[in-house]
């Protein structure tokens, strides 16, 4: 660095102001505040790198303010390039294609279940039986049937039949109005009494009425929602009430006097009900339903 004599006061000023240092005090001490910067950062005799690395520094002090402003559009652009097809989405959404539309077909597995059972019911008296279905079975069809004999059991072979009842109660079971029932009367004194009808004399029996399971044309949302009215049909419980009356037949028999028979009867309850289960499959375009 030139000598003292070298510099004027302003030139010290000036060359300071440019570097940011202060510029307060006599000629001495501008000088020697210029003296310990080159010092800091080397004198002209140092490697090129070292002004190159102070001059940048220089810049970036002068210019700090403008560099700021340019790093925030900087980082604003690089913001909006990383999020702007985010935007762009939110704000115009891809159109969802539709939904495929084919033609369905429904097959179902079943499952058959039969329990009999026999029990004596005594006059002027009720048996009640009860059938659980458990959800998420699905029931397409119940029978329901009672058979009943007198045994010749007083002297003198007098035969008689109690008058029986059989109800079947559904209220407590899913959706009972979808299926179609045919039954008998629910009470009936006609009883297999020489034991050659050994038929059900009372019964009630319910069909599912499903839908076409062939060909149904649509999405798949609308074919399975065509079988959603079906789902837990018949499950709950079913509530059968078997009734005997009071069958009274006297008639004198020798030598025993007259004989009366007010006897109970021995039922036999046939209960019997299909659960299915539903498979769903398209069928191509090249090909007929069925």
Request: contains cysteine; proline residues 5%; negative net charge.
């Amino acid at each position: 660095m030139e000598p003292i004599g070298e510099w004027t006061v302003a030139e010290l000023k000036a060359e300071l102001e440019e570097l940011d240092l202060v510029t307060t005090g006599n000629k001495q001490n501008l000088y020697d505040r210029l003296l310990d910067y080159e010092e800091e950062w080397g004198d002209d005799g140092d490697s090129g790198l070292s002004n190159a690395v102070g001059g940048i520094f220089n810049i970036l002090i002068r210019n700090r303010v403008v560099l700021g402003a340019v790093i925030g559009v900087l980082l604003l652009l690089s913001a909006i390039v990383v999020a702007g097809p985010i935007l762009i989405d939110m704000i115009m959404p891809a159109e969802e294609e539709p939904p495929e539309v084919g033609i369905w077909e429904f097959s179902f597995e079943q499952k058959n279940t039969t329990d009999v059972q026999t029990f004596f019911v005594n006059d002027d008296s009720t048996e009640t039986v009860t059938l659980l279905i458990p959800m998420p079975n699905n029931v397409s069809e119940v029978y329901i049937g009672a058979y009943w004999g007198e045994e010749d059991e007083q002297p003198g072979g007098i035969v008689g039949c109690d008058l029986v009842t059989v109800e079947v109660f559904e209220t407590s079971v899913s959706k009972p109005h979808l299926y179609t029932l045919s039954n008998t009367d629910a009470s009936s004194q006609d009883c297999d009494a020489d034991k050659t009808e050994p038929w059900d004399k009372i019964w009630y029996h319910y069909i599912l009425d499903i839908p076409n399971s062939t060909g149904f044309e649509g999405t798949e949302e609308e074919a399975r929602e065509s079988w959603e009215l079906y789902n837990g049909t018949g499950t709950g419980e079913w509530t059968i009430d078997i009734t005997v009356g009071t069958y009274t037949f006297c008639e004198p028999v020798d030598p025993f006097g007259t004989i009366c028979t007010e006897d109970g009867e021995d039922v036999r309850l046939t209960i019997s009900y299909t659960e299915y289960e539903v498979k769903m499959t398209t069928i191509s375009e090249g090909d007929s339903p069925g």
